[in-house]
């Protein structure tokens, strides 16, 4: 046995290297993310303002200086957008306010024309079928579900406000120690893992980058063509946003977020415009978002296999694997370990062309 592990040590290591990493990722994001989570988004914000903490150290700026001013940057600039949408969200919330009484008089409308085609319809219903006046279901079970609704959501908001708080400053803080003192701390975590692991990286780390840079290269692709549909279809009629440069912006900013994506805010647009009796704009979000999901879904596969080097048909698997294992999560997940095998399997390529070439010349 010994002697089959050091006949096939690469590849064994290999092997082993893959599986672990798989199955650290999976513990991570289904067990340990709830810990971790203020430092992994810390390491993000860190990966993020890192171009820029190097271009400052260029201008001869020390690194814990830089590191501040990035920080204070990305803080004014995520506050700059999120009392952009507070204020857009007001202003919206308002107006339908003022506007209340004619959208509560025109759904009324709309429901009294529902149940009167529905009582046309009854009239040629077998004896004893009844259908129920929708108005009626609405006035009696909807306050109740709504108000359920909106009470146990507000009680867990409320309830998890402390944690939210103490989540932003523990990974604005851990952000600032990423930045500043990043080496020594992934320095740390290096001596602290066994050497084979630390070998296998090494050797992947080539491959590893080629594949992860091709995997944001992708992601930026598919972010520039749904702010692309979005903002043109936010300009056409029968929506004419004033805000369709910023929202398409946003959108796809959000894109790239599968837990929320664009779906966020056009649903519940959607709904609204349903609600108060524009038609016509709700047919038109709900197309905008379709064509935003088919052709994301549809190009997603090709553009990821394009960029890291994969077949688009193992692109598509590692999507469909990665979402019925980690749920939305597994969107990002999946690609993450098919970007990780293929770092391994071209390190093995590698070296077994440079075994091969030193068997060449050994025997010349």
């Known amino acids: 046995m010994r002697e089959f592990y050091h006949e096939h040590k690469d ?23 709830v810990y971790l989570a203020p430092f992994f988004f810390g ?16 201008l001869r700026i020390k690194r814990w200086i830089a590191s501040l001013i990035c920080l204070v940057l990305f803080l004014t600039v995520i506050s700059s957008i999120g009392v952009w949408l507070f204020n857009t969200l007001a202003r919206q919330v308002v107006s339908f306010i003022e506007n209340a009484p004619a959208h509560a008089e025109e759904i009324a409308d709309r429901l009294d024309e ?13 004896e004893g079928w009844y259908i129920p006046d929708i108005q009626e279901m609405i006035l009696t079970a909807g ?6 609704g909106m009470r146990d959501t507000g009680l867990r908001t409320l309830g998890n406000v402390p944690d939210y708080f103490i989540n932003v400053i523990l990974a604005l803080v851990s952000a600032y120690f990423f930045m ?41 692709i598919l972010m520039i063509m749904v702010g692309i549909i979005s903002i043109i279809g936010l300009m056409l009629p029968p929506i004419r946003s004033p805000y369709a440069l910023l929202l398409g912006l946003l959108f796809a900013v959000l894109d790239f977020l599968p837990i929320l994506g664009p779906a966020i805010v056009l649903i519940p647009w959607a709904l609204l415009s349903l609600a108060i009796g524009n038609m016509h704009q709700a047919i038109a979000l709900a197309i905008m978002y379709g064509v935003i999901t088919i052709s994301r879904q549809v190009l997603q596969p090709k553009i990821l296999g394009h960029q890291m080097g994969a077949h688009p048909l ?3 698997m590692s999507i469909y694997i990665g979402f019925r294992i980690f749920g ?26 440079e075994c091969s070439t030193q068997k060449n010349e050994k025997s010349v």
Do not use: H
């Open 180 to 220: 500043a003192d990043g080496k020594n701390i992934f320095a740390s975590i290096k001596k602290a893992c066994p050497n084979w692991i630390m070998k296998q990286m090494n050797r992947t780390k080539k491959g590893l980058v080629r594949a992860m840079s091709g995997y944001f290269r992708a992601q930026g």
């Open 314 to 316: 193992a692109s598509l």
């Open 328 to 353: 939305l999560l597994g969107f990002i997940i999946g690609p993450t370990l098919l970007v990780v095998f293929i770092a391994v399997r071209e390190t093995n390529t590698e070296g077994a062309l």
């Open 143 to 148: 306050p109740a579900i709504v108000g359920e």
């Open 114 to 126: 529902a149940n009167l085609w529905l009582a046309r319809l009854g009239e040629n219903l077998p």
């Open 11 to 33: 590849r064994i290591d290999r092997i082993l290297f893959f599986a672990l990493v798989t199955i650290t990722v999976y513990l991570f994001f289904t067990v340990l993310f």
């Open 43 to 58: 390491v993000i914000i860190a990966l993020i303002m890192e171009p820029l903490i190097r271009f400052m150290g260029g």
